[in-house]
T-cell receptor, first 110, second 109 residues
């Protein structure tokens, strides 16, 4: 069965650079969520989109923005990267209550 | 703010049944209880969800007492591959999952 696809899987950036993470939800899923998981920490909800509109917002820094496109894929844009942004970024999609998570993008900021 | 309390870690041996209990004293009337499993460097994976009494699927059972202030995830006959972190979440809907600290399960041969 098709799963959530995230790209890239690994990304290395320097401080103050920008990064764009992509998420391709499971076909027919209408909701996308973004989570950030720091080393040894729990996943933290960042933001979600339903039918291409932002539906909820969590602890997403102002330096980050996201959107969902007409084909339902989503992109998380991160600017002015800081060392503390180094983390695993998960995307999840759903059609209802159950969220299916992608494999994550590991972002390392040096 | 996490709405759940779980043991930080548990140890077990292969073939044993493992029960992980989660406390959620402030559960709201409409909240569901959901458990996720997470392996290192992977996204959380849905295990089971319930509202009351008992739910069973092909991988686990979930026991929820009448007052719903706690729940127990039961993993029958664990194997080494069940070594992971298990998260208990309560939410009216899962629009935004608020993860707690989770329970780190270590299965020994």
């Amino acid at each position: 069965a098709a799963g959530v696809i995230q790209s890239p899987r690994h990304l290395i950036k320097e401080k103050r650079e920008t990064a764009t993470l992509k998420c391709y939800p499971i076909p027919r899923h209408d909701t996308v969520y973004w989570y950030q998981q720091g080393p040894g920490q729990d996943p933290q909800f960042l933001i979600s989109f339903y039918e291409k509109m932002q539906s909820d917002k969590g602890s997403i820094p102002d330096r980050f923005s996201a959107q969902q496109f007409s084909d339902y894929h989503s992109e998380l844009n991160m600017s002015s990267l800081e060392l503390g942004d180094s983390a695993l970024y998960f995307c999840a999609s759903s059609l209802g209550d159950e969220q299916y998570f992608g494999p994550g993008t590991r972002l390392t900021v040096t | 703010l996490a709405k759940t309390t779980q043991p930080i870690s548990m140890d077990s041996y292969e073939g044993q049944e493992v029960n992980i209990t989660c406390s959620h004293n402030n559960i709201a009337t409409n909240d569901y209880i959901t458990w996720y499993q997470q392996f290192p460097s992977q996204g959380p994976r849905f295990i089971i969800q319930g509202y009351k009494t008992k739910v069973t699927n092909e991988v686990a059972s979930l026991f929820i007492p009448a007052d719903r202030k706690s729940s127990t995830l039961s993993l029958p006959r664990v194997s080494l591959s069940d070594t992971a972190v298990y998260y208990c979440l309560v939410a009216y809907n899962t629009d935004k999952l608020i993860f707690g600290t989770g329970t780190r399960l270590q299965v020994f041969p």
